[in-house]
């Protein structure tokens, strides 16, 4: 540790960093960072450094609001568009009690959990997820719903601000370690894709974090607005973050098997009934506001009903057909307001539940379920997705397994703060009540 240590700090002096970010997650995934001068590195990296837990969502404890940061040396970036002669660099850090105990409402540590205990049957979790987002202009510096190009899916408008900040996030990303898969126009007018290669599902949830930041400061460094909000404007694609993931077991990845039926191994087929069972309570941590279920609609390629499939690419849960070392299975539902620690904690909480019961996934849905008839899809068993806030967080607290990968620290505030969100939500009068109410009534 003395070593790595020094390493660090070394480090830091080469590349004349003069302060530091300290950064971790709230509950609702939002980034928080303290500043500290390069000087109080040593303290950081030896006892941590002690800041005010009461204020941070989802964080409040009466007992104990003090709270201590310790800095993940391996998380280390220099901050790209810094000043070269001023260097900014960050770290992501894990949240600890004053006794030295890991925080159990730190969503890092959360997720620590669970990879460690796939661990110890062998398992790597390894996600690659699909960001999208809108860029928006700013009118008069707030952000609006204006969009900024008229593009469509891998539309090329080179003369667009929007394909500067694309480009920018790119060389910024990749400066910051990212390994970018691709990048592309999205579906939707002003809608973007980043696609980085997939990798351990700590790193990739520091990834996603990290990339939800960087994409807002570039995009307000040419006057726009990069929202991650799931459903923005009414009649037009929502905002995704499919999550691809597969286990690996002794180097190998463990969802491929030539001899099984799609050439999908039984640890595929267990995962996938896993997340499948639990896919109601998981829906609340990856869908965790009222707008991400005006996403979760019919006709906009997003997911509905809950089946899975090797051929069709409406379902739920679609297996792609790369096999090999990129056979995987992607969870289609969550949006990029989750919080991506707890996510792919729920996930491969269920999915390891499958995998440890053997639980079998119902028949995959080779069909299109969107043309099907209600009826059909009753003969066929197939249900829907939570329709509000409100029914996902029910199914989680009705969810022993996921409640008890939260812990009930994070359950009780979850629960709080979607009751509330959705009570708010309840009590207002929308503009669609007004249009379709005022008159006729
Ligand atoms: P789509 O066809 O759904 O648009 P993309 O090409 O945009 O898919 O994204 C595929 C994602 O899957 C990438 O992030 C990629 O790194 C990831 N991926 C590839 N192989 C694996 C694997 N074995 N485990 C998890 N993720 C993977
Ligand atoms: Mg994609
Ligand atoms: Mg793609
Ligand atoms: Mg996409
Ligand atoms: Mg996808």
Redesign the pocket.
């Known amino acids: 540790r003395a070593e790595l240590i020094d390493a660090v700090l070394k480090q830091l002096e080469n590349d004349n960093v003069r302060s530091v970010l300290l950064q971790f997650s709230d509950m609702v995934g939002k980034p928080k960072n303290v500043a500290i001068p390069t000087k109080q590195m040593k303290k950081a990296l030896t006892e941590g450094i002690s800041f005010d837990g009461s204020s941070i969502q989802g964080f409040a404890r009466l007992e104990e609001s003090d709270m201590v940061l310790r800095p993940e040396p391996a998380t280390y970036q220099i901050i790209p568009w810094s000043d070269e002669k001023y260097r900014v660099a960050r770290f992501i850090c894990d949240v600890y009690t004053t006794r030295g105990e890991p925080f159990i409402g730190d969503p890092r540590y959360i997720l620590r959990q669970q990879l460690e205990k796939a661990a110890k049957l062998g398992y790597t979790f390894?996600?690659?997820?699909?960001m999208e987002f809108f860029l928006f202009r700013l009118i008069n510096g707030h952000p609006s719903v204006e969009l900024q190009d008229h593009g469509g899916y891998f539309d090329q408008t080179p003369t667009d601000p929007g394909e500067d900040v694309r480009r920018d996030l790119v060389t910024s990303l990749s400066e910051m370690g990212f390994d970018i898969?691709?990048s592309h126009h999205e579906v939707a007018p002003s809608q973007h894709?980043i696609?980085?290669?997939?990798g351990n599902a700590l790193a990739m949830a520091d990834k996603v974090v990290t990339f939800k930041f960087v994409a807002k400061t570039l995009a307000l460094h040419r006057g726009l607005h990069a929202t991650f909000m799931a459903k923005p404007i009414y009649g037009i694609n929502g905002s995704g973050m499919?999550v691809?993931?597969?286990l690996m077991k002794d180097g190998q990845?463990a969802?491929f098997d030539p001899e099984g039926e799609h050439q999908l191994s039984d640890t595929a087929r267990h995962f996938i009934a896993g997340i499948l069972k639990h896919i109601d309570g998981i829906t609340r941590i990856a869908n965790p506001t009222v707008n991400s279920y005006k996403r979760l609609i019919p006709g906009y390629e997003a997911p509905v009903y809950v089946g899975w499939s090797a051929m069709n690419r409406s379902a739920l849960i679609?297996v792609?057909s790369?096999r090999g070392?990129?056979?995987?299975a992607?969870l289609?539902s969550p949006d990029p307001t989750c919080n991506p620690y707890l996510t792919f904690a729920v996930m491969l909480a269920a999915g390891m539940e499958g995998v440890t019961q053997k639980i079998e996934p119902p028949e995959s849905v080779d069909k299109n379920i969107f043309r099907m008839s209600a009826e059909e899809r009753a003969a066929e068993g197939i249900r829907c997705l939570p329709w509000s806030l409100h029914e996902a967080n029910t199914a989680l607290m009705n969810d022993p397994l996921l409640c008890s990968v939260l812990g009930e620290h994070v359950v009780s505030q979850i629960n709080r703060l979607g009751e509330l969100e959705w009570g708010d939500f309840s009590k207002h009068i929308t503009d669609w009540e007004l249009n379709r109410y005022l008159a006729t009534y």
Do not use: I, L
């Open positions: 390894n996600v690659g997820p699909e898969e691709a894709e696609d980085f290669t997939y499919h691809n993931c597969s990845n969802f679609r792609p790369s070392k990129s056979t995987r992607e289609r």
